[in-house]
């Protein structure tokens, strides 16, 4: 069995006693609800930043859309968790998980169908894969209509907490698994663009989300959701050891990827993609693998975030707030993982909290004007971001030692000489 390093040891147990720590923090009401939330929150925006971080950072793909993913994992987990609570079916839980699951099945047959045809153009790639969508999702409301009852059923013997809870979970992943598969379809033509032309291209993606939100109700048919009124009556079931949980996964997720030859591969595109491809890189799939992973954080990300305080509203995800990401991660420092991790909870305990506080009653709007003062002096000042090119040793990769006999068989070759 292999023997833990003390970096990890000391990185996970530094950071589950933080964890606990705050927690207990939260329980005695030493620590009031508002910096709470703020905690929540910070949890939250390192989740999205991080895979913002991957597609842009480590990519080097400049992406403007993960906040339109963001709000697709918050409004459909929260259209799940609002039916079981307010009216009391899983409807909503068994339509999605079936169809996120016949998607998913269905993007993987026409992706080992198409990948057999030579010469097949991006559009019409396409469009054979958003024929296959339509009918898997068709297929999944069919095949969940004999299923509401019983897995109804099944959660009411429950207990309401117990029920609350698993529903939750599964309507986080499923969520998030949602972001990731309309990424994939997003980025199949989108992603053949420039980086420049990408940016712009997800910017629409995250308008095209919001206008839609605004019409929910109207357009989409989901009557709770009360389009630009803004949703209410969804449960406040994020608690910190939910995010917090997430947000450590995230991170070994990311940590282990980088580590990983996939990382190096995924890192050498941002370098040069002409040298990546001169190597046997397959480039599009690099680009298609860290886009959906980043949007599947930022789904994830936005289910957690729309069960903190119980409301949803479309203006929290127009194009302005969808520079809030980018922000954070040239804040933390492009292609860093701890910096982007600080920089996420600074963002919201300044923003949101001090500078709430600290500025005159009625003047709580000019944190919008100081705090990108701040952020120009520190750009200024320090262009790399605030921790720069440090890593945490856990994060960082540090290279092991060579063995003895190596290092001996060297020496004695030098003294030969």
């Known amino acids: 069995m292999k023997k833990l390093d003390r970096n990890t040891v000391g990185f996970w147990g530094v950071a589950i006693l933080f964890v606990v720590v705050v927690q207990v923090l939260i329980t005695s009401g030493i620590l009031s609800n508002f910096w709470a939330t703020l905690l929540k929150m910070g949890a939250v925006m390192a989740i999205v930043s991080l895979g913002l971080n991957l597609i842009y950072g480590f990519n080097g793909q400049f992406s403007l ?7 697709i994992g918050a409004y459909a987990s929260a259209d799940v968790t609002y039916r079981w609570v307010q009216l009391h079916t899983a409807n ?17 047959l026409f992706s080992n169908l198409l990948g057999r045809i030579r010469g097949l153009d991006t559009l019409s790639s396409f469009g054979l894969y958003l024929i296959g969508v339509i009918a898997a999702v068709y297929a999944a409301i069919g095949l969940s209509q004999p299923l509401i009852a019983p897995v109804t059923n099944l959660f009411a013997a429950m207990s309401e907490n117990v029920a609350l809870n698993i529903v939750f979970f599964i309507a986080v992943l499923v969520s998030g698994i949602l972001a990731a598969e309309i990424s994939y379809l997003f980025g199949l033509p989108v992603l053949t663009l420039g980086s420049d032309y990408f940016g712009i291209a997800t910017l629409g993606f995250t308008i095209i989300v919001k206008v839609l939100l605004d019409n929910s109700d109207t357009l989409l048919g989901f009557q709770e959701m009360k389009g630009a009124r803004g949703m209410v009556g969804i449960p406040k079931v994020t608690s910190w050891i939910w995010v917090a949980v997430a947000l450590l996964i995230v991170i070994a997720v990311v940590r282990n990827l980088l580590h990983s030859s996939h990382g190096r591969a995924l890192i050498s595109v941002r370098e040069d993609e002409i040298a990546a491809k001169a190597m046997g890189i397959d480039v599009a799939q690099q680009k298609i693998f860290t886009f959906v992973l980043g949007s599947l954080f930022s789904g994830i990300a936005g289910a957690l975030y729309a069960h903190i305080n119980g ?3 479309p203006n929290t995800f127009n194009f302005i707030k969808a520079f809030d990401p980018m922000i954070v991660v040239v804040f933390g420092g492009l292609g860093g993982v701890t910096g982007n991790v600080f920089a996420a909870f600074a963002w919201a305990l300044i923003l949101e909290g001090f500078l709430r506080i600290w500025l005159p009653e009625g003047f709580e709007a000019w944190r919008f004007v100081v705090y990108p003062i701040l952020l120009l002096i520190m750009m200024l000042l320090r262009p790399s971001g605030i921790f720069g090119s440090f890593e945490l040793p856990y994060i960082k990769r540090v290279l092991p030692p060579l063995p003895a006999s190596l290092t001996g068989r060297k020496s004695s070759g030098a003294e030969g000489d």
């Open 92 to 108: 909503g839980l068994v339509i999605l998980t079936m169809a996120v699951t016949l998607v998913g099945l269905a993007l993987l």
């Open 65 to 71: 859309g993960q906040f339109g993913f963001y709000a």
């Open 311 to 313: 409301f949803l509203h």
